[in-house]
């Protein structure tokens, strides 16, 4: 292993209930890690301290944050763009990586999936030349991905931004409400009644659309079974998740799958009901 780092990332943080210090250790490893000094311009500091790496760092991705990490790209062709976020969806993946970002990691990342992405962009890093560093890329013609186009920042106060966050990587496991208060650090009295007055819904029936609306996600895709969708979206009865899907969509999941139209299936209601 080496003994220094042997490159600069520049960590562009663009989290709300991430902190600091829960960058993993892996990227000291390889790069020596700066962050944009307060006060300057983003692209100025980048020109200044001429980084190696670009990491944009989000939890839930905003517009502003989407669009800065684009009109970046644009603007400094040749420096690779290293994306995580804890929100994640298809659509979103798809945008970035036509935006040219180099790699996209979905977190919490495991050691063994980030220290391949670092491997792999420190032998990239070697490899780029003079004339590489000044070629000319177009730019990204798609629109933001529809979920990213309002900003969470604005509506979701920003101690219960952990809840999502939690909710977002184990809604496939068992969820206690005490266990999401934790990570708020709050009661599960106060957390309940926060939670209730900011969503207009319970953390309750705030799950249950989660694991709905990727249960659709997974109904979508050919050949796949519906009691499997029911295990891969946290429904441990597929008896339960049959009547709870049908409850939320108007149809069991069975016709769900079948269709080619899903969106015209639900309908505006249950769509807005689902998402």
Known sequence: MHSQPIAQVMWIDQT???KQSELPALFGKYFEVTRPHAGSSLHFEIKRQAPSLLLFDFDY??????KLMELTKRTFPSIPILMTTVQHSESLAVWAFRSRVWDYLVKPVSERE???ALLALREMIKNINGPERHRSICGNKSPLPEENNVAPRSTTPAELM???AYIEQHFREKVTSAKVAESCHMDSFRFSRSFKSAFGIT??????RVRIKEACRLLEKPDIAVTEVAYLSGFNDPSYFSKTFKRYAGVCPSEYASTDDHRRLLGDERLALIL
């Open 16 to 18: 709300v209930s991430v």
């Open 61 to 66: 991705p905003e517009r502003p944050g989407l």
């Open 114 to 116: 980030l220290n391949r």
């Open 162 to 164: 952990p809840a999502l």
């Open 203 to 208: 953390f309750r029936e705030y799950l249950l």
